[in-house]
């Protein structure tokens, strides 16, 4: 069985705590992301010379996949702005995209997305829909999804784990940053890589 089998990926997300040992039925699985294999990459085009990334780390937030009722399924994703990496010797960089230039990181220390849909494409892929919070801006976002693996995680036999790959397109001017716009492109491709993992229960 996999999580993309049922009519949406919530679904299909709960349905996999039925077969996972020590799961019971009535009751949500909560997953967290491993932080050192979960991360989002923003890629952006640079005055039409090259495509450069930034990355964010230090993933937290609520991953409760209810196998009753999936519609009660909850994501609620949020980042640290401040946890911005960029190419070694990049400092001055970030600096400048912690500014009030770009992500006002005073201001607005984090990024947040909060689900509301997801939906079944095929048997590993689907759509993930919800409310994406940047530079204290919300807009709706769909998200690509594809399902990497599920089942026990290969190295820690104790956990259960999800893989999951995640791709969109943004016009950072939505989020009211538009600085250096067209020269540094407007359209940001976002990609997310989350490795969630949760205990498994003793019998």
Do not use: K, W
């Not at 294999?37 to 937290?60: D, K, N, P, V």
């Not at 911005?84 to 960089?93: D, H, I, N, S």
């Not at 976002?141 to 089942?151: A, I, R, S």
């Amino acid at each position: 069985m996999n999580i993309f089998n049922r009519h949406t990926l919530a679904a299909g997300f709960a349905s996999a705590a039925l077969i996972l040992p020590g799961c019971a039925q009535a009751e949500p699985v909560s997953y967290e992301p491993e932080p050192t294999h979960s991360y989002i990459r923003a890629t952006y085009t640079h005055m039409g010379l090259s495509r450069q990334s930034i990355e964010f780390i230090g993933l937290e937030g609520t991953f409760n996949l209810d196998t009753e009722t999936p519609e009660n399924s909850e994501i609620d994703v949020t980042v640290g702005i401040d946890n911005l990496v960029t190419v070694p010797g990049g400092e001055e960089f970030v600096t400048h995209l912690s500014s009030a230039d770009f992500f006002n990181v005073e201001e607005f220390p984090e990024a947040n997305f909060v689900l509301t849909s997801l939906e079944q494409d095929t048997d590993t892929t689907g759509t993930m829909t919800g409310d994406l919070t940047i530079h204290g801006v919300t807009q709706p976002v769909t998200f690509d999804v594809t399902l990497n693996y599920e089942g026990t995680h290969p190295m820690m036999s104790d956990f259960t784990a999800l893989g999951v790959s995640a791709t969109t397109q943004i016009l950072r001017s939505d989020f009211g940053i538009d600085m250096y716009v067209p020269y540094v492109s407007d359209e940001v491709d976002l990609e997310i890589q989350l490795e969630l993992i949760s205990p498994i229960a003793a019998e």
